[in-house]
């Protein structure tokens, strides 16, 4: 059952604000594209999976359960979105001298890792590719016999006039861009495109399957129709993906889904696309040695959930800036939180209010990627909250319930730490936030945002070995040495907190390096 304010999302098939009205309250529904395992995760590319994070978490937040699939492309996606090139997963193998398989098993285990470190919760499903061949053969055969697709050359192709009003949801008619499509000798329009592709005579693949169009590899589109079809039903809640998909992967994937029923229903009652993380910096370009990746962002001593923060700060439609500035704007946002919330709990702790720790923990459901909604554990620290107290709740609720708006549902933190509740309130109040948050408010310690950096030339055990050091000259009165480690350590990046924090472990911190020449 729903909680708070009615939930209201952007569809980007009416271009327009709805409610949200799930087919079947009892479960909600989500599919989401998942990566191409050729390459690690661009933080472009994470930036999709933060805001389909952000979606399910505040349905659950506000009492949904839900199914949540993610694909992984392991075959078929060529290097042009638009139809045309190399499939990507066979130029990077050779291009690495070893198997799909290995490229494939790499680079998805890299993408989960990127996904737990920004605490992004797993799906129900995992849906890898080269699991459903046979069912994407069927599919595409069930495709041809409804008279929607026909046969060249090169292999099966869709004929996108046998579907009502194709391309409806990137409203590109006869747009340019149809004219990225490839363009095949024999197409029938010049938008149909290949379900499944034909190994040529001379052509060696690593992955190619005998279907009834001969050997060859699936079209990249039809895996999603297939995968989301089958596991969440001929029509589902919310499709999700990055914008770029709506303008020809979601609607060749509609167009599919139309012709396997055989009705206008697209697949889903929803679908929602990010926008673009935007560099205008050069700060992210791999050829310049930038900072594409997460474990690049890493290796300068930033901490994952900066990066988070710093996808919630904008709207999910909205262009995101990036710049070194803003990441470290978000990584002093993220500690000044987190330096309060330790000030609270040892304020809770000397006013003798017992909070148990696992309370203000996400459930060991949560973090399994359940989908179970959060609402026992939110209603446990709820509970007898004052007027006072339920207000922040509601400002908070409303913002998440408007189109996902966290960029006003942020400054409610601020306001819940600066307001006159009580310490153990506060963070009742704050651990159900960040339910819906994933930011780890009040688990996270400051120790735990100091990340070493990658370049650092001394070890943790190496920096607290020279603070005790330092710590015995200071004692000795020994200021001559004090200062000569401090001067190493500041050289070292190390800066020291010499009673600056309320975490009386935390002698020091790494500074990020945030700067590149």
């Known amino acids: 059952m729903m909680h708070g304010a009615p939930l209201t999302l952007f569809n980007s098939m009416s271009r327009s604000i709805e409610a949200f009205a799930p087919i079947d309250p009892r479960m909600v529904r989500l599919y989401s594209c998942g990566p191409t395992v050729y390459s690690t995760a661009h933080l472009g590319n994470l930036r999709a999976y933060v805001f389909t994070d952000t979606l399910r978490r505040t349905l659950n937040w506000k009492g949904y359960a839900t199914t949540h699939v993610i694909n992984i492309t392991d075959v078929g996606h060529l290097t042009s979105d638009a139809d045309a090139g190399d499939d990507k997963m066979e130029l990077a193998a050779q291009q690495a001298g070893t198997t799909i398989w290995d490229v494939a098993a790499r680079y998805t285990g890299l993408f989960k890792d990127d996904l737990a470190a920004l605490a992004i919760l797993d799906p129900a499903i995992w849906s890898v590719a080269t699991d459903h061949i046979q069912d994407m053969i069927a599919f595409a055969q069930a495709i041809q016999d409804a008279g929607a697709a026909y046969e060249l050359d090169g292999g099966l192709y869709f004929d996108v006039e046998k579907v009502p009003d194709y391309g409806r949801l990137a409203r590109h008619g006869d747009g340019p861009e149809i004219g990225r499509i490839e363009n095949v000798e024999g197409k029938r329009n010049p938008a149909d495109f290949a379900i499944w592709r034909r190994s040529a005579g001379d052509e060696q693949r690593q992955m190619e399957w005998l279907s009834p169009w001969g050997p060859g590899a699936p079209g990249w589109h039809l895996e999603c129709s297939v995968m989301?079809?089958?596991?969440?039903?001929?029509?589902?809640?919310?499709?999700?993906?990055?914008?770029?998909?709506?303008?020809?992967?979601?609607?060749?994937?509609?167009?599919?889904?139309?012709?396997?029923?055989?009705?206008?229903?697209?697949?889903?009652?929803?679908?929602?696309?990010?926008?673009?993380?935007?560099?205008?910096?050069?700060?992210?370009?791999?050829?310049?040695?930038?900072?594409?990746?997460?474990?690049?962002?890493?290796?300068?001593?930033?901490?994952?959930?900066?990066?988070?923060?710093?996808?919630?700060?904008?709207?999910?439609?909205?262009?995101?800036?990036?710049?070194?500035?803003?990441?470290?704007?978000?990584?002093?946002?993220?500690?000044?939180?987190?330096?309060?919330?330790?000030?609270?709990?040892?304020?809770?702790?000397?006013?003798?209010?017992?909070?148990?720790?696992?309370?203000?923990?996400?459930?060991?459901?949560?973090?399994?990627?359940?989908?179970?909604?959060?609402?026992?554990?939110?209603?446990?620290?709820?509970?007898?909250?004052?007027?006072?107290?339920?207000?922040?709740?509601?400002?908070?609720?409303?913002?998440?319930?408007?189109?996902?708006?966290?960029?006003?549902?942020?400054?409610?933190?601020?306001?819940?730490?600066?307001?006159?509740?009580?310490?153990?309130?506060?963070?009742?109040?704050?651990?159900?936030?960040?339910?819906?948050?994933?930011?780890?408010?009040?688990?996270?310690?400051?120790?735990?945002?100091?990340?070493?950096?990658?370049?650092?030339?001394?070890?943790?055990?190496?920096?607290?070995?020279?603070?005790?050091?330092?710590?015995?000259?200071?004692?000795?009165?020994?200021?001559?040495?004090?200062?000569?480690?401090?001067?190493?350590?500041?050289?070292?990046?190390?800066?020291?907190?010499?009673?600056?924090?309320?975490?009386?472990?935390?002698?020091?911190?790494?500074?990020?390096?945030?700067?590149?020449?």
């Open 228 to 517: 989301s079809l089958k596991y969440l039903g001929h029509q589902f809640d919310v499709h999700t993906g990055g914008i770029d998909h709506r303008e020809i992967h979601h609607c060749n994937e509609i167009a599919q889904n139309q012709a396997f029923t055989g009705t206008p229903a697209s697949g889903a009652n929803i679908w929602m696309h990010n926008n673009f993380l935007v560099d205008r910096t050069g700060k992210m370009s791999k050829s310049k040695g930038g900072v594409a990746t997460l474990a690049a962002l890493t290796a300068l001593g930033v901490h994952p959930l900066a990066y988070r923060l710093l996808c919630l700060g904008a709207h999910y439609r909205s262009e995101l800036e990036f710049s070194l500035d803003a990441v470290a704007a978000s990584l002093t946002r993220l500690k000044r939180w987190v330096i309060a919330i330790a000030a609270l709990k040892a304020e809770a702790s000397a006013n003798g209010d017992r909070l148990d720790d696992a309370m203000l923990r996400p459930s060991r459901e949560l973090r399994a990627g359940k989908g179970a909604p959060f609402d026992w554990q939110r209603r446990s620290l709820e509970q007898g909250m004052s007027d006072a107290a339920l207000d922040h709740v509601r400002r908070f609720d409303e913002a998440l319930s408007a189109d996902l708006m966290t960029p006003q549902a942020l400054p409610v933190i601020d306001a819940v730490i600066a307001s006159a509740l009580s310490a153990a309130e506060k963070l009742r109040l704050l651990a159900s936030f960040d339910l819906a948050l994933g930011l780890g408010l009040t688990s996270l310690t400051r120790r735990d945002l100091s990340v070493r950096p990658a370049d650092a030339m001394l070890t943790d055990a190496e920096v607290d070995a020279l603070f005790d050091e330092r710590q015995v000259a200071r004692l000795a009165k020994d200021f001559v040495k004090s200062d000569d480690i401090r001067d190493r350590l500041e050289v070292a990046g190390i800066s020291a907190m010499d009673g600056k924090t309320a975490d009386q472990e935390t002698r020091w911190e790494w500074r990020p390096r945030l700067s590149i020449e």
